[in-house]
């Protein structure tokens, strides 16, 4: 909305915060923190028949647009910029009953928010059940021999959310064997072998990674058999 360039905007009420000390022209009260120009002289708000409004400070615009939907009158609250030379604005006056039914409105709207938020999340831990099942299903049809709360500890690991790991990837998520067998020799590197102390002694990753190969491959193998040595 633009601001009016002068407070007598015709068909619209206006409330200025003046600059200069000035007193009601008909009940003389004053200095005024807030007055009304009626045929160019200042009048207070009680006086202009407004004083049953509140004032609400400019800054929280769904609260300000629905006080203004809910109040019969509304008034405008603008004051003088001399660095800028207009008037801007600085509120509204409404009535407090108005005032009071916008707050509920928007209260309700971040409560609906809050609630949005839960659903979001519950939906998405649902997602990321389904994803580590899946994924715990795929390493143990590879792995047959892998043990099941390892495939699945392997699973839950590589899906979480927002890990960046191998899981989370778009080869991840499609669940092809490439990234399954990654997540599997990452787990075993770390669990199954002394890759990790090497690492702490100060092996280089690549020297570490070849000292371990075999047996991370012996892992692997003894895995991908027991489905086959059983029976
Ligand atoms: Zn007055």
């Not at 049953?52 to 609260?63: E, I, M, Q, W």
């Not at 600085?90 to 928007?106: D, H, I, K, S």
């Amino acid at each position: 909305m633009a601001l009016p360039t002068t407070p007598h905007s015709p068909g619209r009420l206006v409330a200025v915060q003046p600059l200069k000390q000035k007193r009601c022209a008909a009940c003389l009260r004053g200095p005024l923190s807030l007055l009304v120009l009626e045929d160019g002289a200042p009048r207070c708000l009680v006086c202009a028949d407004l004083g049953h409004l509140v004032f609400l400070p400019r800054g929280d615009t769904a609260l300000t647009r629905r006080s203004r939907e809910e109040s019969g009158l509304s008034v405008v609250v603008v004051r003088y910029n001399r660095r800028k030379s207009r008037y801007e604005r600085q509120g509204v006056l409404v009535e407090e009953a108005a005032l009071a039914r916008a707050e509920e409105r928007c209260l309700a709207d971040a409560e609906a928010r809050r609630r949005r938020r839960a659903r979001d999340a519950r939906r998405r831990a649902a997602e990321d059940d389904r994803f580590a099942a899946a994924f715990a299903a795929e390493i143990l049809r590879l792995f047959p021999g892998c043990p099941v709360d390892r495939a699945r500890a392997i699973a839950a690991h590589a899906s979480l959310r927002g890990s960046g790991r191998v899981g989370r990837s778009a080869a991840g998520r499609a669940l092809t064997e490439g990234a399954v067998i990654s997540a599997v020799v990452a787990a075993v590197r770390h669990v199954d072998t002394p890759y990790d102390q090497l690492l702490m002694s100060g092996v280089g990753r690549f020297e570490a990674r070849r000292r371990i190969a075999s047996a991370v491959d012996g892992v692997l193998r003894g895995w991908q058999g027991a489905g086959e040595d059983v029976g």
